[in-house]
Every structure is written in structure tokens, then in C-alpha cells.
């Protein structure tokens, strides 16, 4: 099996969780091969957020219960170097590039320090734009975590994906559904950037220009709401246009 069928069959057990419990049960399930054994996601609160409103935020969650009282009860939120990062990338990265890119200082080294005790010593993490604006955070975390380039993809997509199923769950019990329209050629090159091909190999195949092939990946993410690529390709599955 391919690593894009692969990626898919993860895709269609999450498409067929019914709650943001068995969605994140499904996830950590894929995750776990890789390390990733642990998982919070959520929306950050704002600098100062009482410590028992901070909780609100949650979307999914595993996280050791001991250390997400700890992170809570100590407003780690504000100086963890893991967040600090993604609110300034916006591709998926691992924990250690957040502590390498990072100046380090005393209140971000306990927090990792403190992650590590709990066995949660390297992760991946990345976030999402929903279509309201809001910025989802999403970090897994593990002891031991060893990925490929292409096992990064994967996770990336799956992890990705998870999250979308799970606002979609929570919009589905609101009853509020929004419907968008991508064009043909929108389809066909997000089809294309699936399964790894760049705007220059877009254009070759589907005989267009390269400004052309670009212009309509952009269109699309601008249409599902995606910040990157990633995001685009895993709301377009999502959405039955990819598959």
C-alpha cells in the first residue's frame, strides 16, 4: 500500500468517529507507531486567561491529567517555547526546533523540562486557521519520537484532519454547515499537491503555467480557509473532493 493510500484509510477511521473522543482515540492509534502518544489541541487563550478558564479552550485532549493540571494551575501556556513558535510558523515542526530556534529562558525551560518528567520529551506541533479566524494549536507529544520525511507528511495530514472532523462534529451539533465550491482546476491541482507534487510539476502535468497552477492552490486554500498546504489538502478530503 502507498503512503497516500495509506494516509487515507487513517483519513476514512476518522471520518467515521462520531465524537472528538473516538477522534482523538483514532488519531493517537496512528500516532502512537511514530512516538506521538499524547495530544492536546485547542484554541490559545489570551495572555493572562484565569488559569480556570483556560480549559474552555480545549478541543481534543490526552495529555497526562497530571500534567495538564500542572500546565494549567502554573499558566505555562504564556511561556511555553512550543506555542511561542507556532504563532510565528505556520507548517508543522517538531517540539526541538522550537527549543533550537528559541532564545530559552528560565520559565520556558521548566516548562520543557517539566513536559520531560512526564515523558513528553519531543512532539509535533502545528496550527490551524479555522474559517472564523480563530487559531487552533495543535501539539502531540511522546518519549521517543522518531519520524521520516515522509511519516512527517503523514502525521501532518492525519493530525491535520482529525482536528477538522472534530470542529466539524461541533458544527454539526450547532445544525450550522457552510458549503464551498472549488472549480475544477482547483480540484485537480489540490489532487495533485495530495500526493506531493510542487506548483512546477502541477503545471507540467495538467499543461498550464506554473503562475497558474499557484494561483489556483491559493484560490483553493483561500476558499477552505487553509493556512498552508497541509491544511487545504486535509479540509478538501474532508469534503469529498479529494479521494
Not at 184 to 212: D, F, M, N, Y
Request: with cysteine; proline share 3%; aromatic share 6%.
Amino acid at each position: 500500500m502507498g503512503q497516500f493510500d495509506r494516509t487515507l484509510e487513517f483519513i476514512d477511521q476518522l471520518q467515521h468517529a462520531g465524537t472528538a473522543a473516538a477522534v482523538c482515540e483514532t488519531l493517537l492509534g496512528v500516532t502512537s507507531d511514530f512516538g506521538l502518544t499524547a495530544l492536546m489541541a485547542g484554541t490559545v487563550p489570551q495572555p493572562g486567561t484565569p488559569s480556570g478558564q483556560q480549559k474552555q479552550h480545549v478541543l481534543l485532549c490526552d495529555w497526562p491529567v497530571e500534567w495538564l493540571e500542572r500546565y494549567v494551575a502554573r499558566n505555562y501556556v504564556d511561556h511555553d517555547p512550543v506555542v511561542s513558535h507556532m504563532k510565528q510558523l505556520q507548517a508543522p515542526f517538531q517540539w526541538r526546533e522550537a527549543s533550537q530556534g528559541a532564545r530559552i529562558d528560565k520559565s520556558s525551560g521548566e516548562v520543557m523540562g517539566d513536559a520531560g518528567a512526564f515523558k513528553l520529551r519531543d512532539g509535533l506541533a502545528f496550527p490551524l486557521i479555522t474559517l472564523d479566524g480563530q487559531i487552533v494549536m495543535v501539539s502531540l507529544g511522546g518519549e521517543a519520537v522518531e519520524l521520516s520525511a515522509a511519516e512527517f507528511g503523514l502525521v501532518s495530514l492525519v493530525s491535520t484532519y482529525a482536528v477538522g472532523r472534530a470542529m466539524q462534529l461541533h458544527t454539526m451539533a450547532s445544525n450550522t454547515i457552510d458549503h464551498i465550491v472549488l472549480t475544477p482546476r482547483e480540484r485537480e491541482c489540490l489532487q495533485w499537491a495530495a500526493v506531493g507534487k510542487s506548483e512546477w510539476e502541477i503545471s507540467q502535468i495538467l499543461g498550464i503555467s506554473e503562475h497558474t497552477s499557484e494561483k489556483h492552490l491559493l484560490n483553493a486554500k483561500s476558499k477552505l480557509g487553509a493556512v498552508n498546504r497541509v491544511q487545504a489538502v486535509a479540509e478538501a478530503i474532508r469534503r469529498g473532493y479529494i479521494s
